[in-house]
């Protein structure tokens, strides 16, 4: 039986003008809307370019599916041409035993999903294995076989029922190659389109970068497309694997953001999401004390490029009860006693020495940063407590980095170059004795993808920007070389001779760069070859060769000085919360630069 209330509700919609009605059924709507997220992505539907492969029997017409489609499927059975089709009938099946299958390429890489739209056949729905592959070897791999592939954060290899004359949209994952195999036997099935789902978010690149070398403009380019397909609901690390936000890991992302796209909610609304998912005094990601250090760091940078205070302000209580506990980590002795997980990258995991080193560089910075933030949150006490914690770690550190020198670790071995970098950063080592001894040591050997933009940032703290530049395109370019249409979780130059390409079947006697190497979480197929944290040699293009330097939070004052290295000229565009600045460098005759600078009102241009 209805309640009082109801009556009373009831009696008074009754009474009364509809208005009433249609303004509750409003606001009810209202709220309901508000109870809802909208999707901050686009869907784009994509046809594949290129049939890699298909089973030496049972299938006819593969290359039916580059066509572009429309997502529409139709009765016209008496047009064979329209349809690939797989058939298992009357015991046909490859020599090798392989299901009739069909490989393509969408292309370069991509997150999202895959739609199949089907033909006319008989025998209900059919079922079809699918695999999706960063690489043409993982696509054509099994889960748990050589290599190691896995279906860990997304379903990459399932089975499916495909209707007759419908149409399936399956699938969430990374992904440039798909194969589909015939999983049942004696049956036919009619594919009419394959098409790709790109989901991403649809946002301009309002950062460009243009310079006389081609290469160095596929690698910034190929740096904003890693991290641009990254920008998902979160700022993740990974779209195939690790599909999770990585606050170490999102330090370089934030950098790219910054410079290719300027503000995008992303980062704001990923920094809050890590905050308030890990309440003090938990460590960030479990157990991550360094990722802690690194969620405010990436609260600086993005304060420097964006400048909003209020923003700010909404961490402050979290940022000033952070460095407190990071200052309750310092011993007697100045030393960092961070505990939880020790971390700086997975390369230099084993350097027990290396990570001492990089750890205390870490505190310092914090300590460094602690004071910047405690200036703008107006706290006299605390800017105090981190000088003075800044001051003791500083003491302390030759000592750290010494012991890290003696230990006889050669400069391009895992852990070097990350604890030499840091050191240099933080500004507890000579940064031309760093690079001479450490960084720039056998160039892009012992560089890691995360790592590598603070190793390039501590060349350029020593003013080895040519030294930079050879090792962007010998190092991020090399995964170029290599198919690569997006930046690995991690690459190692010692990899390269006798590898084949992701983008082909590997031949007998080469190496399959995917699925032979990789290492700790990265082993083989489960190796993410799209890793927004290997983005940084983009970033450091935008700042350093276009010269781009933030003076001032929110980018009001910047000064422009342009290293051009061994290049002719550059020229691009940097996003501020102002508009854009618009820069194009030019070498002269005599060994000179000429620059013409554009800055929107709102920045001032510093000498």
């Not at 980095?401 to 895992?414: C, H, I, R, T």
Request: hydrophobic share 40%; charged share 20%.
């Amino acid at each position: 039986m209805p309640g009082q209330h109801d009556l009373t509700l009831k009696f008074y919609m009754t009474k009364f003008h509809p208005f009433l009605i249609s303004t509750v059924l409003l606001l009810c709507e209202i709220s309901l809307l508000n109870a809802q997220e909208r999707d901050p992505r686009s869907r784009t539907y994509i046809s594949p370019v290129r049939v890699v492969w298909q089973s030496d029997a049972g299938v006819r017409l593969a290359d039916v599916l580059l066509k572009p489609g429309n997502g529409q499927a139709y009765c016209n059975n008496d047009t064979p041409a329209s349809y690939c089709i797989l058939s298992s009938e009357n015991g046909v099946s490859s020599e090798n035993g392989a299901a009739p299958g069909v490989l393509l390429d969408f292309g370069k890489e991509l997150h999202g999903g895959l739609q199949i739209v089907t033909g006319w056949f008989p025998g209900g729905p059919v079922q079809v294995r699918v695999r999706y592959g960063e690489s043409v070897s993982e696509a054509m791999s099994d889960v748990g076989g050589k290599g190691g592939a896995t279906n860990d954060h997304a379903m990459r290899d399932q089975v499916i029922s495909l209707p007759m004359m419908g149409v399936v949209e399956i699938g969430n994952s990374g992904y440039r190659f798909v194969r589909i195999d015939l999983a049942e036997p004696g049956r036919t099935v009619k594919i009419k389109e394959v098409r790709a789902i790109s989901i991403m978010r649809d946002l301009e690149y309002a950062g460009t970068f243009r310079c006389s070398d081609e290469r160095l403009n596929r690698i910034w380019e190929t740096g904003a497309y890693t991290v641009h397909l990254c920008m998902q609901n979160f700022l993740i690390e990974g779209i195939k694997r690790d599909r999770l936000v990585w606050m170490g890991d999102s330090y370089p992302e934030v950098m790219t953001v910054a410079s290719v796209f300027g503000y995008n909610e992303v980062v704001p609304k990923t920094l809050d999401w890590m905050r308030d998912t890990t309440p003090l005094p938990n460590w960030m990601n479990g157990e991550f004390s360094s990722y802690s250090i690194w969620w405010m760091l990436c609260h600086q940078a993005w304060y420097r490029h964006i400048g909003d205070k209020d923003y700010l302000l909404g961490s402050k209580e979290y940022i000033t009860g952070l460095l407190r506990q990071l200052i309750e980590k310092i011993g007697p002795d100045g030393r960092e006693r961070l505990d939880g997980m020790r971390f700086l990258d997975w390369p230099s995991q084993e350097n027990e020495l290396a990570k001492n080193a990089g750890l205390q560089a870490l505190m310092v910075w914090a300590m460094q940063a602690g004071q910047e933030f405690a200036s703008i949150f107006d706290d006299a006490a605390l800017a105090a407590d981190c000088a003075d914690a800044e001051k003791r770690l500083s003491k302390a550190a030759p000592k750290i980095y010494k012991e890290f020198l003696k230990s006889g670790v050669a400069p391009d071995a895992p852990g070097s170059k990350q604890a030499a970098s840091l050191m240099t950063l933080a500004g507890l080592t000579d940064a031309k004795k760093a690079d001479r001894d450490i960084l720039s040591v056998n160039g892009g050997h012992g560089f890691s993808t995360f790592y590598g933009y603070l190793m390039l940032e501590a060349m350029a703290r020593a003013g080895d920007w040519q030294g930079a530049l050879d090792i962007i395109r010998s190092y991020w370019g090399a995964m170029l070389d290599l198919g690569a249409t997006t930046f690995w979780e991690d690459f190692n130059l010692d990899w390269l001779p006798d590898a084949a390409g992701i983008d082909e079947l590997v031949p007998e006697g080469r190496k399959d760069i995917h699925g032979d190497f990789g290492a700790y979480c990265y082993q083989g197929f489960r190796h993410s070859l799209c890793h927004g944290w290997a983005s940084g040699s983009t970033a450091w293009l935008s700042h350093h060769v276009l010269g781009v330097e933030i003076v001032e939070p929110g980018c009001a004052k910047v000064r422009i000085t342009p290293h051009l290295g061994d290049l002719d000229w550059a020229e691009g565009i940097f996003p501020t919360p102002y508009g854009r600045i618009h820069v194009r460098h030019e070498r002269q005759p005599d060994g000179s630069v000429r620059s013409d600078i554009s800055v929107p009102d709102g920045v001032e241009l510093c000498k």
